[in-house]
């Protein structure tokens, strides 16, 4: 019985220290800011897209409280408010109407933004939430 309390009172440490591991710390310190980086998604609704740095990309403006991106072809813009403390709310977007193939992801792209309620990042991924779970992943592009 000692030795069992010896193993689990072992693993509970070693534990403690995995989680305060370096590798975590360097995840923060490579986190980029929301607002500037050029975002490109990368997963959509839980199904994983082609990275294309040209389409389907965002950057927040926060002097502006702003937002501009690209979806399939279309350029599109809107506004949007966060408090710093990981809550961001997208308010309608606007977008061209240049026909183009992919249109009904542009539009599940643009739906999903305007539903988002807060975010997260890990390292140079921005992970959007809506209040369904996790809708989107982009990565970052300084």
Same mark, same amino acid.
């Given at each position: 019985?000692?030795?069992?309390?010896?193993? $689990? !009172?072992?693993?509970?440490?070693?534990?403690?220290?995995?989680? &305060? &591991?370096? &590798?975590?710390?360097?995840?923060?310190? !490579?986190?980029?800011?929301?607002?500037?980086?050029?975002?490109?998604?990368?997963?959509?609704?839980?199904?994983?897209?082609?990275?294309?740095?040209?389409?389907?990309?965002?950057?927040?403006?926060?002097?502006?409280?702003?937002? $501009?991106?690209?979806? $399939?072809?279309?350029?599109?813009?809107? !506004?949007?408010?966060?408090?710093?403390?990981?809550?961001?709310?997208?308010?309608?977007?606007?977008?061209?109407?240049? $026909?183009?193939?992919?249109?009904?992801?542009?539009?599940?792209?643009?739906?999903?933004?305007?539903?988002?309620?807060?975010?997260?990042?890990?390292?140079?991924?921005?992970?959007?939430? !809506?209040?369904?779970?996790?809708?989107?992943?982009?990565?970052?592009?300084?």
């Amino acid at each position: 019985m000692k030795s069992f309390l010896r193993i $689990a !009172s072992l693993a509970a440490l070693v534990l403690t220290f995995a989680g &305060c &591991c370096a &590798c975590r710390h360097g995840a923060k310190k !490579s986190r980029l800011p929301l607002a500037g980086t050029r975002w490109s998604l990368v997963q959509l609704g839980g199904k994983t897209l082609q990275n294309d740095p040209e389409r389907f990309t965002v950057v927040f403006r926060d002097e502006e409280r702003r937002l $501009a991106g690209v979806g $399939a072809c279309n350029r599109l813009t809107g !506004s949007y408010e966060t408090d710093g403390k990981r809550t961001l709310t997208i308010g309608r977007i606007a977008a061209t109407r240049m $026909a183009c193939p992919d249109l009904e992801l542009e539009g599940a792209f643009i739906r999903t933004l305007e539903r988002v309620v807060r975010y997260d990042m890990d390292g140079d991924m921005l992970l959007l939430f !809506s209040d369904e779970g996790l809708t989107a992943v982009f990565q970052g592009r300084p």
